[in-house]
């Protein structure tokens, strides 16, 4: 899509493929493709989490029924048996809350709102224990996350920076006033570009 409506404007073959790899390199992606690492990320973690849960509940049935079988046997009581199970579901329970969490902070830290280079990295750099989850809210996060990006700000990708101005046509703020492609949304490029067709790249 973009080819076209860039040969549209005259731009040539040269040009163009200038314009793609420099959406390509500052991960500048077309409508449909907007956010895709972020919802790739995000759909990875939750499949990790399903696979986690699934891999607790077989362990959690695995050994209540060698408890059972042992309670069948007569090697425990009922009354250990029953403490038994009490004590697996509880761990399994414990098990996917923590897995719950871990998946749900994984995929905030991932978000274009924190931007997190490595999950791990930022992770080692949190106090776990003072991050609660509410919902789908977290408690105690945004502080030290701030706080982090002000210590530590290489942790973070740097986040897309838009032009400044009333009008997609007004003149550039930043960057010396220069043009530059990396400064602006697809659709904000489009139509400078519509606004502005003798502009060189």
């Known amino acids: 899509m973009i080819k076209e409506v860039l040969k549209k404007l005259g731009y040539t073959d040269e040009d163009v493929s200038k314009v793609e790899k420099e959406l390509s390199d500052k991960k500048i992606f077309l ?30 049935n695995t050994n209540i029924q060698n408890e ?14 029953e403490a038994k199970v009490k004590e697996i579901q509880d761990e399994a329970d414990k098990k996917v809350k923590q897995n719950n969490f871990d998946s749900k902070l994984a995929v905030k830290l991932m978000s274009k709102e924190i931007n997190a280079k490595d999950v791990i990295d930022i992770k080692a750099n949190l106090d776990l224990s003072k991050i609660n989850l509410d919902g789908e809210n977290f408690i105690g996060l945004d502080k030290q996350i701030n706080d982090l990006k002000t210590r530590k700000s290489y942790l ?7 032009i400044e101005g009333h009008d997609i046509s007004s003149k550039q703020k930043a960057n010396n006033d220069e043009f530059t492609l990396s400064r602006m949304t697809y659709s904000q490029m489009c139509d400078y570009l519509d606004k502005n067709p003798n502009i060189k790249i």
């Open 31 to 60: 409508t449909k493709e907007e956010n895709l690492e972020e919802r790739y990320s995000k759909l990875k973690t939750q499949k990790e989490e399903l696979e986690k849960q699934i891999k607790t509940l077989t362990e959690t």
């Open 156 to 162: 973070f990708n740097e986040t897309t920076t838009v």
């Open 68 to 81: 059972y079988n042992n309670y069948k046997k007569g090697s425990i009581t009922q009354d250990e048996y």
